[in-house]
């Protein structure tokens, strides 16, 4: 089958890789649509030592599941942690912090910038039928996205700032808007601000951020850069959150003393459940279709993720098969 690889720190288009044939509680499936995230970009940095094929977001067909035949021929999105179910974590309920897991396209597991991956089948979930393949490929970053407001669960009224408007941020902004807090978001880009126009929130240009300092009650930092921190520590009030979304590469310096001394409470947030992101899909509370950039075929997959790490970049998908 054709797949991007990625070793050494390369991209590369293969042709000559063997379908791969899935196990007994696995399914194969034909991805359809793959989309390209920071996480990814990060990955060809070094971020991971990842050796494989890289890719972690996808809507596909099922084409094969032994333990499911009622899912063949159905669109789904797939859960990209993949628990062992014994060890600590597994045990206590928190299957996503497994301390043996795999991760679709980013730790031990080939992922889907390919023409079919294996992925078990409880880490399958259906595609509503009125939500496209356009906006089903969201779904992984948009369950990362609800997650990160999800912790904070702002009320109504609540006073947030989030840093950056990019891809992961556009998605954030979204989902927040879904709250009734009173949301300034923070973009650098013409192109990210343009692309905040339908959303209930006011828009700021990263240098406009002074009058801020101090004032929100929460800061979620999606800049997808270490120096996010530093500013969402200035604009967060004493004792009030900071939700961190970045994953970089590069370790960030960093005077704590702002936390210790404004009490103030970090936390970080990575993935998130699939299901409430399908239902913000499905009942258009978040419309991602707007956010696509380019949709480009595989052979072009390293064009594409050099695309996406432009400044500003939208999202960037692959196209690696028609629905039907
Ligand atoms: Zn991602
Ligand atoms: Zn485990």
Same mark, same amino acid.
């Given at each position: 089958?054709?797949?991007?690889?990625? /070793?050494?720190?390369?991209?590369?288009?293969?042709?000559?890789?063997?379908?791969?044939?899935?196990?007994?509680?696995?399914?194969?499936?034909? @991805?359809?649509?793959?989309?390209?995230?920071?996480?990814?970009?990060?990955?060809?940095?070094?971020?991971?030592?990842?050796?494989?094929?890289?890719?972690?977001?996808?809507?596909?067909?099922?084409?094969?599941?032994?333990?499911?035949?009622?899912?063949?021929?159905?669109?789904?999105?797939?859960?990209? !942690?993949?628990?062992?179910?014994?060890?600590?974590?597994?045990?206590?309920?928190?299957?996503?912090?497994?301390?043996?897991?795999? @991760?679709?396209?980013?730790?031990?597991?080939?992922?889907?910038?390919?023409?079919?991956?294996?992925?078990? @089948?409880? !880490?399958?979930?259906?595609?509503?039928?009125?939500?496209?393949?356009? #906006?089903?490929?969201?779904?992984?970053?948009?369950?990362?996205?609800?997650?990160?407001?999800?912790?904070?669960?702002?009320?109504?009224?609540?006073?947030?700032?989030?840093?950056?408007?990019?891809?992961?941020?556009?998605?954030?902004?979204?989902?927040?808007?879904?709250?009734?807090?009173?949301?300034? @978001?923070?973009?650098?880009?013409?192109?990210?601000?343009?692309?905040?126009?339908?959303?209930?929130?006011?828009?700021?240009?990263?240098?406009?951020?002074?009058?801020?300092?101090?004032?929100?009650?929460?800061?979620?930092?999606?800049?997808?850069?270490?120096?996010?921190?530093?500013?969402?520590?200035?604009?967060?009030?004493?004792?009030?959150?900071?939700?961190?979304?970045?994953? #970089?590469?590069?370790?960030?310096?960093?005077?704590?003393?702002?936390?210790?001394?404004?009490?103030?409470?970090?936390?970080?947030?990575?993935?998130?459940?699939?299901?409430?992101?399908?239902?913000?899909?499905? /009942?258009?509370?978040?419309?991602?279709?707007?956010?696509?950039?380019?949709?480009?075929?595989?052979?072009?997959?390293?064009?594409?993720?050099?695309?996406?790490?432009?400044?500003?970049?939208?999202?960037?998908?692959?196209?690696?098969?028609?629905?039907?």
């Amino acid at each position: 089958m054709r797949a991007l690889w990625l /070793e050494d720190r390369r991209l590369t288009v293969r042709d000559d890789l063997p379908t791969p044939r899935p196990g007994p509680d696995e399914a194969l499936v034909r @991805v359809v649509l793959a989309g390209i995230c920071g996480t990814d970009l990060e990955l060809l940095r070094g971020y991971l030592p990842f050796r494989g094929v890289p890719g972690h977001e996808m809507v596909g067909v099922v084409v094969e599941a032994a333990s499911a035949p009622h899912l063949v021929g159905h669109r789904v999105v797939a859960e990209i !942690n993949i628990a062992c179910g014994d060890c600590a974590p597994c045990r206590s309920g928190l299957p996503r912090h497994c301390s043996r897991r795999r @991760v679709l396209g980013l730790r031990g597991l080939d992922g889907v910038f390919a023409e079919h991956v294996c992925v078990p @089948v409880a !880490n399958l979930q259906r595609v509503p039928d009125r939500v496209p393949d356009g #906006s089903a490929v969201f779904t992984e970053p948009l369950a990362a996205a609800r997650a990160a407001v999800d912790e904070v669960a702002p009320a109504p009224g609540t006073r947030v700032v989030l840093l950056g408007a990019g891809r992961l941020g556009q998605l954030i902004a979204r989902v927040l808007a879904t709250t009734g807090c009173r949301l300034t @978001v923070v973009a650098r880009h013409a192109g990210q601000r343009d692309l905040l126009a339908s959303v209930d929130a006011e828009v700021v240009g990263e240098h406009e951020t002074a009058r801020l300092a101090g004032t929100a009650d929460v800061v979620v930092e999606a800049c997808g850069a270490g120096s996010g921190l530093a500013t969402a520590l200035d604009l967060v009030r004493p004792r009030g959150t900071v939700v961190l979304k970045t994953t #970089s590469a590069a370790p960030v310096g960093l005077d704590l003393a702002r936390v210790v001394v404004d009490e103030i409470c970090l936390v970080g947030s990575r993935c998130g459940p699939f299901e409430p992101a399908l239902a913000l899909l499905a /009942e258009g509370r978040v419309d991602p279709l707007p956010l696509i950039a380019a949709t480009m075929p595989l052979e072009h997959g390293p064009a594409a993720l050099e695309r996406a790490a432009a400044p500003g970049a939208g999202k960037v998908l692959l196209a690696l098969s028609a629905t039907g």
